[in-house]
């Protein structure tokens, strides 16, 4: 019998659906709501210590449709803008109210050992069960070299981790992969250098949306202007799955904690055999609600049963070895095509098998 149960680094997680930082994560109450419905863990929206200052702009979201349907999603919002007091409130209500389920903190700062240390310090302390770094953010701060562009420097990406795991006391540390670079496996590399347990991957691709037609503006539109924002939701599902597979073959065992575009359990199945061992889903919840998780765990569990995978263990990473240069995938055709020609030569000692008639007209030039 299949078991969605999956342990992470120590943490006993009842499925392996977790709901990624953000809008779904972004108070006590909401991460009630996703863990009402059924979510295994829910990593709370990114803080940071009180004093760094998040005025997010409305409207901050943008949706890109074909016909009716939406399939890829940009945002420019900032990391949360309550205090970090409201955070440890946030995290104790709801660890209270969830005990059996996985409480992740988020958090972001400037390249500052105190900092990163007291953060991640508190989080533990009001009862978060792991911390997960926001290396990221595409779009927020990076005048303070925060987010993504701390995640594009290796060095710093490894220095900070190891600044955290110093801090955590033990709790498992996952490190939050930014897409815009072009070898993710350079800074999950540093990750692990760090004495980070895993790896999330990834955050939101820098994106353009589009032009509004009316006002010809790029969207989302404030005061007539825009910056570029984080991608998110379905479009973004293949270059997630390429990311967590290169991370998965590079650091074979580093745990992955895979995001971008899930919306069905099938999405979750194709992270975990690509790598994952949880699966992250935050637009997704945003545009469909917290009750896709019944879909989620039930497809998910009738997957594993018809492939015969007890675990998700067991599950992950199934479809790697699959996985080849072009080269390669040349060479196995020539090698197909030799022995299928091979199979076509008659030999000497195939006489008398069929009619003679048959065997001398498949020797007969055309
Ligand atoms: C509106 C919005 C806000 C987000 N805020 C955060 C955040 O505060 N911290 C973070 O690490 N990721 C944040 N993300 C990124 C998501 O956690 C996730 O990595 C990304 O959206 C890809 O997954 P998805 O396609 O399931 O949304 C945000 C995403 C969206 C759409």
Redesign the pocket.
Known sequence: MATLRVNVDGLDFPNPFVI????PS?NAKIMCKAFAAGWGGV?A??TALTDTEVVNVQP??GKLKLDKTTVG???I????DATFEDWERWYRETKDAYPDRILIG?I?ESFDKGRWQELAGRCIEAGCDAL?L?F??PH?HPEKGMGAAMGQDPERVETVTRWVVEAAGGAPVWS?MTPNITDITVPAAAAQRGGAQGV?A???ILSCVGINPRTLKPMPTVQGHSTYG?????A??PI?LRMVSEIARALPGFSISG?????TSWDAAEFIMLGANTV?????P?LHGFGMVTELQEGLLAVMEKHGFDTIEDMRGHAIPALTTHHHLVELQQEARARKEEKKRFRDKEWGEKDIKDAAAKLVSD
């Open positions: 990624g930082s953000g809008p972004t990593v929206k990114t901050r979201y999603f940009e945002n919002e900032l990391i949360s988020s972001m997960e926001n990221s953010c927020g939050k999330a990834i955050n939101t984080g991608y998110s939701y379905t973004v599902k997630a995001i971008g575009g899930v919306t992250q889903s935050c637009t997704g945003m």
